[in-house]
């Protein structure tokens, strides 16, 4: 019995203690991921009924200026396109060629019919008018293409699509919130200008024409109609002209020459590699802004007095830009100060500096 029991007890405590002693492997159970990646599809944006200016995208610029008339003056871009201006009453009208065919039409005016739209319409108005897409599913080039527009740019620069392929940017201006111009574009530029966000695809780069073209001619070319859009748009609104003095245009040039000469010595590391990356990609959404305290360095360095000021790359179409810059809080201040001080533009190339000053003073004003 005792022989027995001691038998049993060991027994025991080796089937107690074996698992103990000596643990089984660890079965390695593979749990399958699911590899699908989750999309999220955009919803189908809304298209209306082609009107207007709508109605000449992607066609011969003959067809337009059968309409509107022959334009008053004709420049060379520097980017692959032609711009034409036309006589507009109490507003300005350009249109952008590129093989014969208009490619862009942008249109700035207080008061009237922009169909099927208005100026002076608060995006309220608009909002009640159609559905406005924040989400744009598109094809370029056989290229999926998702645009998202922001919280802002839908109450400032909503995208509107029409059944015929093409596109028109509002622009509202950021503090009175009323449509001030619009641009009516085909799918190429506005891959090139957009001012959104893609979430899928690539926005294309803007392409510098290499040719034989003067760009010191072109340079001041866009300097002047600059100069002009932002006064048209001073008057449309009932603002004192804007005056161009020696004194601002030369500080905008030298401010400029300086920052494109020596970016380091206003720049941080970081932003040294934001402006080296903006550069080489060319990208009209990838756009690059000296924020004040840099400007107000740059400004430092050359001794240079002033008011206000913007550095802005890529400005490709100066008009275009103009419309993105009064759509935003912080630059449309530049162009509603009510006061009529001294404005200097600089151009090179994509690159562009905007200098307001106070008005020199005369030995009348004295």
């Not at 010191?216 to 100069?227: A, C, E, M, P």
């Amino acid at each position: 019995m005792i022989g027995f029991l001691c038998i049993l007890i060991i027994v025991l405590i080796g089937y107690y203690l074996q698992p103990v002693l000596f643990p089984p492997a660890t079965e390695t159970k593979k749990v399958e991921q699911n590899q699908r990646t989750v999309r999220h599809k955009a919803l189908k944006h809304q298209t209306i009924e082609t009107e207007g200016y709508a109605e000449y995208i992607k066609q011969p610029v003959g067809k337009f200026e059968a309409t509107f008339g022959q334009p008053t003056k004709i420049e060379d871009s520097g980017f692959f396109f032609q711009t034409r201006y036309y006589s507009l009453d109490q507003g300005m009208l350009e249109v952008n060629v590129e093989a014969g065919n208009v490619s862009t039409i942008k249109v700035m005016s207080q008061k009237g019919e922009l169909e099927p739209f208005k100026f002076g319409m608060t995006n309220r108005q608009l909002s009640e008018q159609i559905n406005l897409s924040a989400d744009f599913a598109l094809d370029y080039d056989e290229e999926p293409v998702v645009i998202e527009l922001s919280e802002n740019d839908m109450r400032y620069r909503p995208l509107i699509a029409f059944k015929n392929d093409t596109f028109a940017i509002l622009f509202f201006n950021g503090d009175s919130d009323k449509l001030i111009g619009a641009a009516y574009l085909d799918i190429e530029n506005l891959l090139r200008l957009m001012p959104y966000q893609i979430n899928s695809g690539n926005p294309l780069a803007n392409r510098i024409q290499e040719s034989n073209l003067d760009w010191n001619v072109l340079n001041q070319q866009k300097q002047t109609r600059l100069i002009e859009s932002i006064n048209q748009y001073r008057t449309l609104h009932k603002l004192p002209v804007f005056q161009t003095s020696s004194t601002a245009m030369t500080a905008s040039k030298d401010l400029l020459k300086t920052f494109l000469t020596s970016p380091k010595k206003v720049l941080s590391q970081e932003r040294m590699e934001e402006w080296e990356t903006d550069q080489s990609a060319h990208l009209s959404n990838l756009s690059f802004e000296l924020a004040p305290a840099e400007l107000k360095k740059l400004a430092k360095a050359e001794e240079t007095d002033y008011i206000s000021g913007l550095f802005y790359s890529p400005t490709v179409d100066p008009l275009f830009s103009l419309f993105n810059w009064i759509s935003r809080d912080r630059l449309n201040e530049l162009y509603d100060d009510p006061d009529a001080n001294s404005l200097g533009v600089a151009f090179n190339q994509e690159s562009v500096l905007v200098l307001i000053q106070e008005p020199e003073k005369t030995k009348d004003s004295e």
